[in-house]
C-alpha cells in the first residue's frame, strides 16, 4: 500500500515496538501515534474519531453501543458491535455488559417479583382514563415507596407516592397489581416505572390511574448496556431517523479507526507528501529521496522503514 | 381573510412539494462534521506532512459536499410533484 517513494526513505518518527503500538494504536485512536511522537496525527484521529463515536452515542441517548447477540449466546457477535469494536477500548464494555445483563437476576420487577419494601425517586406523569378523568394527573416529581402485599394467591403492591403534581405537593396512595420497575442494568439512564394507584371512595368506578415514569439508573449499569425491547421501541418512535444517524456515525468511526491503526503500523499510504516536489528539485523522473523532509527532518531519529517493519 | 388563508394554503401547497426534503435539513446538517472527520482522518491515513493532510482534507470534504449537494438535488429534481 506504501508507495515507492516513501518504502525508499526513512520514517522520520520513533517506530518503537510494532506490537505496542498496534496495540495502543486499536485501544484508543491516535494513542500508538502519540507513542511514535506524532502528535499532529494523534490529535487528528483521536480528536475526529472518538468525536464521531461519542457523538453518535449523545446522539442515540447513550443507547447506541451494546451487544447483544440475536441468539442469546453471549460468544456471537453481531455485526453492528463488530464495527463499533474496532474503535477499541471505547466499545468494549459492552461486551461485560452483556454479561451483566444476561445474569438471570438482572430482570424487571413486577408486582409476583417484589419481595422487599423499595423507594425510590421518579419523574414521570400522573396518567387518568375514563369517566373523570378532567383535570386528573399531570407531571409528578417525588419518591416512591412500594411494598408487596400478598391477597390470596393474587401478587399486589401498597405503597405511596410523596412529592409533587403539576408543581403543587401531592400524596397518592399506591394500591394493584399493575407495578413495573425495569431490570437495573440494561441500555438507558433511566429506568422505567410503572405503577397503579389505589382508588378512592368518592372517585367513578371506570377511573383509571396510573403513575408512568422513569427513575435514575447508575452510570455503571447503564453504560453500553443493551436495552430491552421496550427501550428500543422507545428510541425509534422517539428519535426515528436519528437514532439510525447515530448508529452510523459508531460505524463510521470504527471503519475509520482501521485506518489510524495501518497509518500507525505502516505509515501513510500515499508517502509523505512533499515527492512531487522532492523530484521538482532534484530534476529526476523518479520521486524517491533520501532522507526526512526538511520540515520534520530534526523531529524524531531515524530508525525503520516501511520494509522492514512487516516483522 | 379568506384571500391570505387561500393563498397561505397555496404557498404552503407550493413548498409541500419540497417538504419532505426540508424536513430532513436537520439531518442534513450532520453531514458537515461527519464529512469533516472523515476528510481529516482519510488524509492524515494517505500523508504525513500537516500542510498535505490539511490541504487534502479541504478538497476531500468540498468533494464529498458537492457530491451530496449534487445527490441531493438529482432526488428533489426526480421526487418534484409526487
Known amino acids: 500500500m506504501t508507495t515507492a517513494a516513501a518504502e525508499s526513505r526513512p520514517m522520520p518518527w520513533k517506530q518503537g515496538n510494532l506490537w ?52 442469546g449466546k453471549s460468544g456471537s457477535i453481531s455485526l453492528s458491535y463488530a464495527g463499533q469494536l474496532l474503535v477499541g477500548a471505547c ?21 409476583g417479583t417484589l419481595t422487599d419494601p423499595i423507594r425510590f425517586p421518579i419523574r414521570g406523569e400522573l396518567i387518568a382514563t375514563g369517566p373523570g378523568s378532567d383535570g386528573v394527573g399531570g407531571t409528578l416529581v417525588g419518591e416512591l415507596e412500594v411494598a408487596p402485599n400478598r391477597v390470596g394467591f393474587a401478587s399486589e403492591i401498597t405503597g405511596k407516592f410523596t412529592g409533587t403534581v403539576n408543581g403543587k405537593p401531592a400524596e397518592i396512595k399506591l394500591a394493584g397489581s399493575d407495578f413495573l420497575l425495569a431490570r437495573p442494568i440494561g441500555g438507558g439512564f433511566d429506568r422505567e416505572v410503572r405503577c397503579s394507584v389505589a382508588r378512592s371512595s368518592d372517585q367513578h368506578q371506570h377511573l383509571v390511574q396510573v403513575i408512568q415514569g422513569s427513575t435514575p439508573r447508575s452510570w455503571i449499569n447503564a453504560f453500553e448496556a443493551p436495552p430491552d425491547p421496550r427501550k428500543l421501541n422507545d428510541l425509534n418512535g422517539r428519535l426515528g431517523k436519528y437514532y439510525e444517524l447515530a448508529l452510523v456515525f459508531t460505524w463510521i468511526a470504527g471503519l475509520l479507526n482501521v485506518l489510524a491503526f495501518w497509518d500507525a503500523l505502516l505509515g501513510p499510504a500515499y508517502g509523505f507528501g512533499d515527492e512531487l516536489e522532492s523530484a521538482k528539485q532534484s530534476g529526476s523522473n523518479s520521486p524517491a529521496v533520501s532522507g526526512p523532509p526538511p520540515e520534520i527532518a530534526g523531529s524524531q531519529p531515524v530508525v525503520a522503514t516501511p520494509s522492514t517493519m512487516t516483522a | 381573510m379568506p384571500t391570505l388563508d387561500f393563498v397561505s394554503l397555496a404557498i404552503l401547497n407550493t413548498f409541500g412539494l419540497i417538504q419532505p426534503v426540508y424536513a430532513q435539513i436537520g439531518v442534513t446538517w450532520y453531514l458537515l462534521p461527519l464529512a469533516l472527520a472523515i476528510s481529516l482522518v482519510y488524509s492524515a491515513s494517505r500523508y504525513e506532512l500537516p500542510e498535505r493532510i490539511l490541504s487534502r482534507a479541504v478538497r476531500l470534504f468540498i468533494t464529498i459536499i458537492v457530491c451530496m449537494g449534487a445527490v441531493l438535488a438529482l432526488l428533489w429534481f426526480l421526487s418534484y410533484g409526487l
Open chain 1, 20 to 71: 505496542v503500538v498496534g496495540l495502543l494504536a486499536f485501544l484508543v485512536p491516535g494513542l500508538g501515534h502519540l507513542y511514535q511522537g506524532r502528535i499532529l496525527k494523534a490529535a487528528i484521529y483521536s480528536v475526529c474519531i472518538l468525536g464521531t463515536f461519542f457523538g453518535g452515542m449523545q446522539m442515540g441517548e447513550w443507547v447506541t453501543v451494546y451487544h447483544l447477540p440475536q441468539d
Open chain 1, 91 to 111: 466499545a468494549m464494555p459492552a461486551w461485560f455488559q452483556t454479561q451483566r445483563y444476561l445474569d438471570p437476576q438482572n430482570s424487571d420487577i413486577l408486582a
